[in-house]
C-alpha cells in the first residue's frame, strides 16, 4: 500500500499523472472513503488489515492512503535509477521490490494518465495555507509500505480529513460514504462501490483479485522483460554518452588536420607557376568535403602531387596530401574506431527502444485483458450491490472520467448541487 505525502493536498495528488501497467505502473487504484464516525470497523480494519491488503493487490492494484506525517526519502534504499517517482523511507519497504510506480509529470512520462485537470476554483487546500494551483508539488510524493507506517489512531485521522476533499473530486455523495473508489487506468474510468453492512476494504478487494490472477502471470513475465530492456537502455545511455564523446574529439581531430594542411597548400600555392597553383587552390577546397575522391579527379590529383613533390624540398606536403586522400577515400572520420563504435552503440540503442516499445505494447494489451471493470462488477454483485442506472453525483467534481456506482439501492440525495453520472 502507499502513502501520499502530507506536503501535497489531496486534489493537486488526485491531478498528478499515473503510470499504467505499460510504464512500470498499476493497472488500477483504489481511495478508501472513510471517517471515524460513520464506519469505525470498516476504518479500522482497514488499517489493521494493511499488510494483508499490500501482500493482495501486490503492483497490479495500488492502495493508498493519506500518511499522517511527511515521508522522509531513506538514504538506505535510493530510488531506481529510471525514475523517481515513489520513494522508500526509513524502516518502510516497498511492496513488489525496488520498482517505482507513480509519475510526477506528463514531460517524464508521456504515457502516464491524468484522473483530473480542471480546477474548480480558488487555491486548492494545503496544510494550513493554500497552495497555488501553479505551484510545481515537491519531488516526494507517495512511498511503498509493506507494513503500517505509523499509529493506527494517527492513520485513521489522517485519512479522516481527506474525505471531503476526495468527495469533491470524485463527486461522491454524503448518501454513499462509506464507499471504495476503484480508478481503472487502463480504461480511463472508475469505481465507486459502497461498503455498508461490515463489508471490508480486503474482502472486496480480495474478489477482484481472484477475477483477474490468471493473467497475472503474464503480466509478471512481461514486466520483468520491461525492466531488463530499461536497464540495457540505462547502460546505452552511458555506453553512447562515452563513444560520443571520444567520436566528438575524433571528428574535431580530423577537421583540425585537414584545417591545417588546407592552410599550407593554400600558402604554398604562392610558390608554384599559375597552372599549379590553381591546382592547389582546388585541392584546398575539395578537402573542405569529406568524401572519397572519384575518377575524373585523379589526374589533377596527379599533377598536383607532381608538382609538390618537385617544389617542396623534404617532400612533407605531398606525404600528408596523400594520407588526408587515403583518409577520404577509406571513409574518414566516421569510419575511425570511436565514430563507429558509435554507430554500433546507437544501433543497439535503437533495437533496446523497439524492444522497449513491444514490450509495452504487450503490457497494454495485459491491461484490457485484466478486465478489472468487470472484475469490480462482478466482486460487488457477490456483495449484492447492483450497477446504478442514474446515479446522482456532486457537481462541479474533479474527475475527467466516468465514474459508476455500485450500491444497493439508488441513493436518496436532494437534486440541488448534483449532476446525473
Known amino acids: 500500500m502507499y502513502s501520499s505525502d502530507v506536503d501535497l493536498s489531496v486534489e493537486a495528488f488526485l491531478r498528478l499523472p499515473f503510470r499504467t501497467l505499460s510504464g512500470g505502473g498499476f493497472a488500477g487504484m483504489v481511495f478508501l472513503l472513510a471517517r471515524s464516525a460513520d464506519a469505525p470497523d470498516l476504518q479500522r480494519g482497514f488499517f489493521q488489515h494493511w499488510s494483508d491488503i499490500d501482500d493482495l493487490t501486490g503492483r497490479y492494484i495500488a492502495v493508498f492512503s493519506p500518511s499522517p506525517k511527511k515521508l522522509r526519502l531513506s538514504a538506505e534504499h535510493p530510488h531506481s535509477f529510471y525514475g523517481p517517482e515513489t520513494f522508500c523511507v526509513p524502516g518502510v519497504e516497498e511492496a513488489g521490490g525496488p520498482r517505482n510506480r507513480l509519475y ?3 514531460r517524464e512520462s508521456p504515457g502516464a494518465v491524468r484522473m483530473g485537470t480542471r480546477q474548480l476554483g480558488g487555491s486548492m487546500r494545503h496544510g494550513a495555507g493554500a497552495e497555488p494551483s501553479t505551484a510545481r508539488p515537491p519531488r516526494l510524493i507517495a512511498a511503498a509500505a509493506a507494513e503500517l507506517p505509523h499509529g493506527l489512531d ?3 485521522r489522517a485519512l479522516t480529513l481527506t474525505v471531503s476533499a476526495m468527495q469533491r473530486f470524485f463527486g461522491i455523495p454524503g448518501s454513499l460514504v462509506p464507499c471504495a473508489v476503484i480508478v481503472n487506468l487502463e480504461q480511463r474510468n472508475a469505481f465507486a462501490v459502497a461498503l455498508k453492512d461490515g463489508i471490508s476494504v480486503y474482502d472486496l478487494l480480495k474478489r477482484i483479485m481472484t477475477r483477474i490472477e490468471h493473467v497475472i502471470p503474464r503480466i ?3 514486466e520483468a522483460e520491461r525492466v531488463v530492456a530499461l536497464e540495457a537502455r540505462h547502460r546505452n545511455r552511458d555506453r553512447v554518452g562515452r563513444l560520443r564523446s571520444s567520436a566528438d574529439n575524433a571528428r574535431a581531430h580530423w577537421v583540425a588536420h585537414k584545417r591545417r594542411l588546407i592552410d599550407d597548400l593554400q600558402a604554398f600555392s604562392g610558390r608554384l607557376a599559375p597552372q599549379e597553383a590553381d591546382l592547389c587552390s582546388w585541392m584546398a577546397q575539395r578537402l573542405e568535403r569529406d568524401e572519397p575522391v572519384v575518377e575524373n579527379e585523379w589526374t589533377s590529383v596527379r599533377a598536383l602531387l607532381r608538382a609538390l613533390v618537385t617544389t617542396e624540398p623534404h617532400g612533407r606536403l605531398p606525404r600528408r596530401l596523400r594520407r588526408t586522400l587515403a583518409g577520404l577515400n577509406s571513409g ?3 569510419h575511425d ?3 563507429r563504435r558509435l554507430a554500433v552503440a546507437l544501433a543497439e ?5 523497439l524492444r522497449i516499445g513491444r514490450v509495452k505494447g504487450r503490457l497494454d494489451e495485459l491491461g484490457r485483458e485484466l478486465g478489472l471493470d468487470a472484475a469490480v462488477v462482478g466482486a460487488a454483485k ?3 450491490l447492483t450497477m446504478m442506472e442514474e446515479p446522482c453525483l456532486l457537481a462541479p467534481r474533479g474527475l475527467d472520467w466516468p465514474l459508476m456506482v455500485l450500491d444497493e439501492q439508488e441513493p436518496h440525495a436532494l437534486n440541488h448541487g448534483y449532476e446525473r453520472a
Open 104 to 106: 510526477l509529470s506528463s
Open 337 to 339: 574506431e570511436a565514430p
Open 220 to 222: 509478471d513475465e512481461a
Open 332 to 334: 574518414r572520420p566516421e
Open 154 to 156: 494517527e492513520h485513521q
Open 349 to 353: 540503442a535503437e533495437a533496446t527502444e
Open 382 to 384: 457477490d456483495l449484492g
